[in-house]
């Protein structure tokens, strides 16, 4: 709801309170104001001019060489491209020095060899949005009427000096969807009076009866409709302060007839509907539920096909309007009506939000018939309407109004005790305090022995509940002058299970090492979906996929992954190291749930370490990617029961891949993506890996426990041993820890060489063996007989020779 503070001053005294503050204060009682526009901030300068001569100019077949009195002692000369200006007109011109919105300064200048002392606006060119400027000045300048001063603020008349206070309503608060109700709201929590327009119609000797008379068929949808006649109007522009009130609300004007419709909608929150009696073509108006695929042509000039459920208002025999949602184009105001037909009602909110979702016709009128209008407000604004048709269109108001009647509204009287209230709250309100309150929102409240009963007016619909009243209550009194206080009973104390603070864990050593998290679709394509998968199913397909591309459940997190990889690289970003914890889905039997498992998956290309000063590169490799593994598995308590075995996996090059596992159950697997699978997406070398997180996180880590920091020194002996090629280092190291006792410490591999000076078929691999006691120093003997032993198994078990 946009509210402009001007108009706003017209219903409450605001007492000098700026709009600034005023909107703090609306804050704090419970309607969030959005924003506060001042919409001549930023313009100065602009002024009321009248053009006195207009020609074309002489060097420019779209330019006007117009002259201008601007209130000075002589005028002055404005070369003006707008297509509509002519001699005679009020203007608005920016002098030499003005200001306009984009931080544009007017300066004196020539155009085609002609002097122009400044410029004629339009509105667009003075902030004011294209969508709501009058058709007739859309594409040129806008005209004045006539009466307007010369070198009056243009900013003025035009109602750009006013500040907007934009409230982002709640759907309870459809009683602050006008300007009358946001002056109660206004009032209560300044405390002031509301003042409502006078309403007085002279009313002709005719009655309306002998016009017009209404049918309501469908009295559930249309419990109450009324009809006033307007008769002798003149169709014309409607007051300039009208129009602008309007367009600052974020309605176009259009003629005075449509446009008092619309300011009533703003005025009262009552949605009107003026027809062109001498087109209705009927004596009688038949409201009723739309007949199955019956056609109207609505404002927009669109033929809608309707529903049974739609409810519709009729001259007895075809559809003139969607009730509350858009009139017919066949019985539209226009400029020759002489005869208004007005119509003021009160709806069923689910029929006119049904129908206007079904056309995709949301207006103004029917957000408000959707939220709740005050049914005791139905007559007034038509009565109100009356009179502005009477004051600037010309009109006669026929004497009476047609009233069909079956709406029965009461207000809510709800009763409630002060010990409730300072009890919910935990306050010491005092009554007098409490009945203060109800009578500033001007609700009647009558006192006994603490306990209030309330009638509360019917344009406060949200208002049902005990609990209702509780929160007017707290919101007028002052949401920061509540006592804080703290919950009382047994609490929970909060915090992260297990399996969430090991998860925290993942991310952040892994963000640590340098990787990015991503996070892609769990849906994917036939031909990926079972692309890597950890554990071979087969995929989960959507019964109603939006695409081929995202048809199947995924069995792994890489193929995206890659797909994320190889975006980036494309955009010359040739580096990158990304992650993903996420779901795959595993199919089990038909028609049931897919089991749903947490993977973590990573993946890099390019270069890991780059010094450029130094010179110095370092691309990623397979060792790279298993150091940060080893690392995650080392944070998380695990890296002792962690293997690796050499495996072969579709998609990964079968010489650089590995089964990652966890006490002699698989994993993962880490390795580098197949070639041909790179230069399909066209990749420099990459690294990828992929683990089933749930044995990770249920892993019984053993309690951590501390030792003293050696005081006695170590021995190291390193040894190079011969081995064919096909065994492995992690075989050789679990030899070696086996047979070195409880002397040997720590087993590093520090060399591998298979150059020609080996024989054929044979690898060397070098250890670094580190023997110490804590308690003692050791002596040769021992390091030797331990190493020996050393020596004796690696040859017994797997064949190792001492290279020479």
Same mark, same amino acid.
């Given at each position: 709801?946009?509210?402009?503070?001007?108009?706003?001053?017209?219903?409450?005294?605001?007492?000098?309170?700026?709009?600034?503050?005023?909107?703090?204060?609306?804050?704090?009682?419970?309607? =969030?104001?959005?924003?506060?526009?001042?919409?001549?901030?930023?313009?100065?300068?602009?002024?009321?001019?009248?053009?006195?001569?207009?020609?074309?100019?002489?060097?420019?077949?779209?330019?006007?060489?117009?002259?201008?009195?601007?209130?000075?002692?002589?005028?002055?000369?404005?070369?003006?491209?707008?297509?509509?200006?002519? +001699?005679?007109?009020?203007?608005?011109?920016?002098?030499?020095?003005?200001?306009?919105?984009?931080?544009?300064?007017?300066?004196?200048?020539?155009?085609?060899?002609?002097?122009?002392?400044?410029?004629?606006?339009?509105?667009?060119?003075?902030?004011?949005?294209?969508?709501?400027?009058?058709?007739?000045?859309?594409?040129?300048?806008?005209?004045?009427?006539?009466?307007?001063?010369?070198?009056?603020?243009?900013?003025?008349?035009?109602?750009?000096?006013?500040?907007?206070? =934009?409230?982002?309503?709640?759907?309870?608060?459809?009683?602050?969807?006008?300007?009358?109700?946001?002056?109660?709201?206004?009032?209560?929590?300044?405390?002031?009076? #509301?003042?409502?327009?006078?309403?007085?119609?002279?009313?002709?000797?005719?009655?309306?009866?002998?016009?017009? !008379?209404?049918?309501?068929?469908?009295?559930?949808?249309?419990?109450?409709?009324?009809?006033?006649?307007?008769?002798?109007?003149?169709?014309? *522009?409607?007051?300039?302060?009208?129009?602008?009130?309007?367009?600052?609300?974020? %309605?176009?004007?259009?003629?005075?007839?449509?446009?008092?419709?619309?300011?009533?909608?703003?005025?009262?929150?009552?949605?009107?509907?003026?027809?062109?009696?001498?087109?209705?073509?009927?004596?009688?108006?038949?409201?009723?539920?739309?007949?199955?695929?019956?056609?109207?042509?609505?404002?927009?000039?669109?033929?809608?096909?309707?529903?049974?459920?739609?409810?519709?208002?009729?001259?007895?025999? =075809?559809?003139?309007?969607?009730?509350?949602?858009?009139?017919?184009?066949?019985?539209?105001?226009?400029?020759?009506?002489?005869?208004?037909?007005?119509?003021? /009602?009160?709806?069923?909110?689910?029929?006119?939000?049904?129908? !206007?979702?079904?056309?995709?016709?949301?207006?103004?009128?029917? @957000?408000?018939?959707?939220?709740?209008?005050? *049914?005791?407000?139905?007559?007034?604004? @038509?009565?109100?309407?009356?009179?502005?048709? /009477?004051?600037?269109?010309?009109?006669?108001?026929?004497?009476?109004?047609?009233?069909?009647?079956?709406?029965?509204?009461?207000?809510?009287?709800?009763?409630?005790?002060?010990?409730?209230?300072?009890?919910?709250?935990?306050?010491?309100?005092?009554?007098?305090?409490? %009945?203060?309150? &109800?009578?500033?929102?001007?609700?009647?409240?009558?006192?006994?022995?603490?306990?209030?009963?309330?009638?509360?007016?019917?344009?406060?619909?949200?208002?049902?509940?005990?609990?209702?009243?509780?929160?007017?209550?707290?919101?007028?009194?002052?949401?920061?002058?509540?006592?804080? $206080?703290?919950?009382?009973?047994?609490?929970?104390?909060?915090?992260?299970?297990?399996?969430?603070?090991?998860?925290?864990?993942?991310?952040?050593?892994?963000?640590?090492?340098?990787?990015?998290?991503?996070?892609?679709?769990?849906?994917?394509?036939?031909? +990926?979906?079972?692309?890597?998968?950890?554990?071979?199913?087969?995929?989960?397909?959507?019964?109603?996929?939006?695409?081929?591309?995202?048809?199947?459940?995924?069995?792994?997190?890489?193929?995206?992954?890659?797909?994320?990889?190889?975006?980036?690289?494309?955009?010359?970003?040739?580096?990158?190291?990304?992650?993903?914890?996420?779901?795959?889905?595993?199919?089990?039997?038909?028609?049931?749930? *897919?089991?749903?498992?947490?993977?973590?998956?990573?993946?890099?290309?390019?270069?890991?370490?780059?010094?450029?000063?130094?010179?110095?590169?370092?691309?990623?490799?397979?060792?790279?990617? +298993?150091?940060?593994?080893?690392?995650?598995?080392?944070?998380?308590?695990?890296?002792?029961?962690?293997?690796?075995?050499?495996?072969?996996?579709?998609?990964?090059?079968?010489?650089? $891949?590995?089964?990652?596992?966890?006490?002699?159950?698989?994993?993962? &697997?880490?390795?580098?993506?197949?070639?041909?699978?790179?230069?399909?997406?066209?990749?420099?070398?990459?690294?990828?890996?992929?683990?089933?997180? @749930?044995?990770?996180?249920?892993?019984?880590?053993?309690?951590?426990?501390?030792?003293?920091?050696?005081?006695?020194?170590?021995? $190291?002996?390193?040894?190079?041993?011969?081995?064919?090629?096909?065994?492995?280092?992690?075989?050789?190291?679990?030899?070696?820890?086996? @047979?070195?006792?409880?002397?040997?410490?720590?087993?590093?591999?520090?060399?591998?060489?298979?150059?020609?000076?080996?024989?054929?078929?044979?690898?060397?691999?070098?250890?670094?063996? #580190?023997?110490?006691?804590?308690?003692?120093?050791?002596?040769?003997?021992?390091?030797?007989?331990?190493?020996?032993?050393?020596?004796?198994? #690696?040859? +017994?078990?797997?064949?190792?020779?001492?290279?020479?």
């Amino acid at each position: 709801m946009l509210v402009s503070y001007k108009w706003l001053q017209e219903y409450v005294d605001l007492d000098g309170i700026s709009p600034e503050v005023l909107a703090d204060k609306i804050t704090r009682s419970g309607i =969030e104001v959005e924003s506060v526009e001042v919409k001549s901030e930023g313009i100065k300068g602009v002024i009321i001019g009248h053009v006195l001569e207009c020609e074309k100019h002489p060097n420019a077949d779209k330019l006007n060489k117009c002259l201008v009195d601007i209130g000075e002692e002589e005028p002055v000369q404005i070369i003006c491209g707008a297509p509509n200006v002519a +001699k005679g007109q009020k203007v608005a011109v920016a002098t030499p020095g003005a200001w306009l919105p984009g931080h544009i300064k007017i300066k004196r200048s020539k155009l085609r060899g002609e002097v122009s002392n400044g410029m004629i606006c339009s509105l667009q060119e003075l902030g004011i949005e294209s969508k709501l400027v009058q058709k007739e000045y859309a594409n040129g300048i806008f005209v004045f009427p006539s009466d307007v001063e010369v070198g009056q603020d243009a900013l003025a008349l035009l109602n750009l000096d006013d500040a907007i206070l =934009e409230l982002g309503l709640t759907p309870n608060r459809a009683d602050c969807m006008s300007m009358i109700g946001v002056a109660y709201e206004v009032a209560a929590i300044l405390g002031k009076d #509301v003042k409502l327009p006078k309403i007085e119609n002279e009313s002709v000797s005719d009655n309306v009866n002998s016009l017009i !008379s209404a049918r309501v068929e469908a009295q559930q949808e249309a419990p109450l409709y009324t009809l006033k006649v307007i008769r002798n109007v003149k169709i014309g *522009p409607s007051p300039l302060w009208m129009q602008m009130r309007l367009i600052s609300a974020g %309605i176009r004007p259009h003629n005075n007839v449509v446009d008092i419709t619309n300011y009533i909608l703003l005025e009262y929150g009552q949605p009107l509907h003026a027809f062109d009696y001498d087109r209705v073509g009927s004596k009688e108006i038949v409201v009723r539920l739309a007949n199955e695929g019956e056609k109207i042509v609505t404002l927009d000039d669109t033929e809608r096909v309707l529903k049974g459920n739609h409810l519709v208002i009729t001259n007895g025999k =075809e559809p003139v309007a969607m009730a509350g949602v858009m009139g017919g184009a066949n019985s539209e105001v226009i400029d020759r009506t002489t005869t208004v037909l007005l119509e003021s /009602a009160y709806f069923d909110a689910l029929t006119i939000r049904e129908a !206007s979702k079904d056309h995709g016709l949301r207006s103004e009128a029917s @957000a408000r018939y959707e939220k709740g209008i005050d *049914p005791n407000r139905v007559l007034l604004a @038509a009565e109100r309407a009356a009179q502005l048709m /009477a004051a600037y269109a010309g009109g006669e108001v026929l004497a009476g109004t047609v009233e069909v009647n079956h709406l029965t509204v009461e207000p809510a009287v709800i009763t409630i005790k002060l010990e409730k209230i300072n009890r919910v709250l935990g306050t010491e309100i005092s009554a007098d305090e409490v %009945i203060n309150i &109800f009578e500033r929102l001007q609700f009647e409240v009558t006192a006994q022995d603490d306990q209030f009963t309330v009638i509360v007016p019917t344009r406060r619909g949200d208002i049902t509940i005990e609990e209702d009243l509780i929160e007017e209550v707290a919101r007028l009194y002052g949401y920061d002058r509540l006592p804080t $206080t703290l919950p009382f009973g047994s609490t929970t104390k909060g915090g992260l299970t297990a399996i969430q603070t090991k998860r925290r864990a993942v991310k952040r050593f892994l963000e640590g090492a340098g990787l990015y998290q991503t996070t892609t679709y769990s849906l994917t394509s036939p031909e +990926k979906a079972a692309q890597y998968a950890l554990e071979q199913r087969e995929p989960v397909r959507l019964q109603m996929p939006m695409s081929e591309e995202r048809s199947n459940l995924r069995l792994s997190l890489i193929p995206h992954l890659l797909d994320v990889v190889s975006y980036n690289v494309a955009r010359k970003n040739d580096s990158v190291a990304f992650y993903e914890l996420g779901a795959i889905f595993l199919k089990t039997q038909e028609n049931e749930r *897919p089991e749903e498992q947490e993977h973590l998956a990573g993946a890099i290309t390019g270069l890991w370490e780059n010094n450029q000063w130094q010179g110095e590169k370092k691309p990623v490799d397979f060792f790279v990617l +298993k150091g940060i593994l080893e690392g995650l598995f080392t944070k998380l308590g695990v890296s002792q029961a962690i293997s690796y075995r050499q495996a072969v996996i579709d998609g990964l090059h079968p010489g650089r $891949t590995a089964e990652i596992i966890l006490n002699e159950q698989t994993i993962g &697997f880490i390795g580098q993506v197949h070639p041909k699978k790179q230069k399909e997406l066209d990749l420099k070398e990459t690294y990828v890996f992929e683990l089933h997180t @749930a044995p990770l996180y249920q892993y019984p880590v053993p309690p951590l426990k501390y030792q003293m920091i050696p005081r006695f020194p170590a021995i $190291t002996r390193d040894i190079a041993l011969v081995v064919d090629r096909d065994i492995t280092a992690s075989k050789l190291q679990s030899i070696i820890e086996e @047979a070195g006792g409880e002397l040997l410490k720590t087993v590093t591999i520090f060399d591998l060489y298979e150059g020609e000076h080996m024989e054929q078929g044979k690898k060397s691999l070098a250890f670094s063996l #580190v023997y110490f006691d804590p308690e003692r120093t050791l002596t040769d003997e021992e390091v030797v007989k331990a190493h020996d032993q050393v020596l004796v198994a #690696v040859k +017994k078990e797997a064949g190792a020779e001492l290279r020479g």
